[in-house]
C-alpha cells in the first residue's frame, strides 16, 4: 500500500510564522506559530481496509510520512496543546451514492495517560470535494490523555459510516458505496493566538472549501 499514496518532502516542511503582541512591551512578545503535522494523499480500497494492522479500516501515518521537524513538546516553547488544528480533507474519488462517510484522526503519543491517545475527525462528507475546519486542541474526544510535552508519533486515520464510534466501513454490507476512495488529508497545527494561513502551506488547489458536517470523533 506504500506506492498508492505521493508525500512532498516540501510539504512537510516545518512553516513558521512569527509575530509580535503587545509590541509596546517587549518582554512580553508571544511566538505565533503553525506547522503541517502530515499532507498524504492515497487511495484506499476494501482489501486495504480488511488487511490494514492491527487495526481495519485504518491508514497508519509514521515517520517517515509525519513531519519529521515537528516539535518534540507541543506546550513550549511554543504553545500548539492549546492551540487549534486545520483539519484540511480533499476527496478526490468517492463512490457515487453519497453514503456518509467520515475519517477519525487519532493522535499517538509518545507518552499517554488514562485511555492512552485522542482523537479528533474531519466530519461527515456524502461527495467528493474539499472539506475544512478548525479544532480546537483542548476539545477533542480524550485530549487530555495524550503528554503533549513529549510529542506524537503517529497518527491513525480510521474510515468509518455516521453511525459511532464503532462505525467502521469494512464491516458495512454496503461497502462498496465507500471503497475504493482516493483522499488527501492535511493536519496543520496551529499554536495558541494564532490563526490558520493556508499560504503558507505548500501544493493547496484553490478549489472553494465546503463546510463539513459535524461527524462521531471517536475511535
Not at 24 to 43: G, I, M
Not at 132 to 141: G, K, L, N, V
Not at 169 to 187: C, G, L, Q, S, Y
Not at 198 to 206: C, E, G, Q, R
Request: proline share 7%; net charge neutral.
Amino acid at each position: 500500500m506504500m506506492s498508492k499514496f505521493r508525500m512532498s518532502s516540501a510539504r512537510l516542511r516545518l512553516l513558521p510564522l512569527t509575530w509580535a503582541c503587545l509590541a509596546s512591551v517587549p518582554s512580553l512578545e508571544a511566538r505565533a506559530e503553525q506547522f503541517v503535522l502530515f499532507d498524504v494523499t492515497f487511495t484506499y480500497t476494501k482489501q486495504d481496509a480488511d488487511n490494514s494492522k492491527p487495526s481495519k479500516s485504518h491508514f497508519y501515518v509514521k515517520d517517515p510520512l509525519l513531519n519529521p521537524d515537528r516539535p518534540t513538546d507541543w506546550t513550549s516553547p511554543v504553545d500548539y496543546r492549546n492551540g487549534t488544528v486545520h483539519v484540511r480533507l480533499e476527496v478526490l474519488e468517492k463512490p457515487p451514492g453519497g453514503a456518509p462517510t467520515t475519517w477519525t484522526l487519532c493522535y499517538i503519543p509518545n507518552q499517554g495517560q488514562k485511555n492512552g491517545y485522542g482523537c479528533t475527525g474531519t466530519g461527515i462528507y456524502r461527495e467528493s470535494g474539499v472539506y475544512e475546519r478548525d479544532i480546537a486542541m483542548t476539545s477533542f474526544w480524550e485530549n487530555e490523555s495524550i503528554i503533549w510535552s513529549k510529542g506524537i508519533k503517529q497518527m491513525d486515520l480510521v474510515i468509518k459510516d455516521d453511525s459511532g464510534g464503532q462505525g467502521h466501513a469494512h464491516k458495512r454490507k454496503d461497502h462498496e458505496n465507500f471503497f475504493p476512495t482516493k483522499v488527501r488529508i492535511t493536519m496543520v497545527q496551529v499554536s495558541a493566538g494564532s490563526t490558520y494561513d493556508p499560504s503558507l502551506v505548500p501544493n493547496l488547489t484553490s478549489q472553494k472549501a465546503t463546510p463539513s458536517e459535524d461527524g462521531d470523533v471517536k475511535p
